[in-house]
Each structure stands twice: as structure tokens, then as C-alpha cells.
């Protein structure tokens, strides 16, 4: 197992950021849209839970996850996390 250089992988990425500032090179980014309410509402429903019962998944209220598939609240943080995971992978958040 090789060991890591940290201290030289800041350095670098260090450099990367002055070349970027500088227009030298470009950086890969990417771009994650935010799920609207219809996206939660159809990743409930893929995975055939009631409002309830995928709250409860969540670890959020009932109360909550209306909220968010009437458009009135977004998931933040971890739970934005846990609804991208139950989108593209449903089987890992069942499990």
C-alpha cells in the first residue's frame, strides 16, 4: 500500500487554483440540479413507500416530506444527499 503525500496534494492543488485564477487552465466542474418536488415524489413512488413510511427512511417528519413534494420546503445538507442516493441507487436505501 503506497502512502499518500498530502502535504504535495495541497501544494498542487494549490497550483491548480493560481493557474486557474490566471485563465491557464480549466478546472472539471459539474453541475447538480436541485430536486424539485415532483423529483421526490416520484423517487417515493419508485420505491412504493407511503408518505410515512419513507419519511420514517428519511428520518424526517411526516410534516416534512409534504413540505417538500408541495414544493413549499427543499431538502438540505444530508438529506438532499439521502434523496440523490435513494434516486440513483433505491436498492442501497432499502437495504
Known amino acids: ?3 499518500r503525500n498530502i502535504g504535495k496534494e495541497i501544494l498542487t492543488g494549490l497550483e491548480e487554483i493560481a493557474a486557474w485564477r490566471k ?13 424539485s418536488a ?8 419508485r420505491l412504493g413507500l407511503t408518505q ?3 419519511a420514517a427512511l428519511m428520518n424526517v417528519s411526516a410534516r416534512t ?3 417538500w413534494e408541495q ?3 427543499k ?7 439521502l434523496l440523490r442516493i435513494a434516486e440513483r ?4 436505501l432499502l437495504r
Open 71 to 73: 414544493g413549499r420546503r
Open 65 to 67: 416530506l409534504q413540505e
Open 89 to 92: 441507487h433505491p436498492e442501497a
Open 75 to 81: 431538502p438540505r445538507g444530508p438529506a438532499h444527499s
Open 38 to 45: 415532483k423529483d421526490i415524489v416520484r423517487i417515493r413512488e
Open 1 to 3: 500500500m503506497s502512502k
Open 23 to 35: 485563465g491557464e487552465i480549466k478546472l472539471k466542474t459539474r453541475k447538480y440540479k436541485t430536486l
Open 52 to 54: 410515512e413510511a419513507f
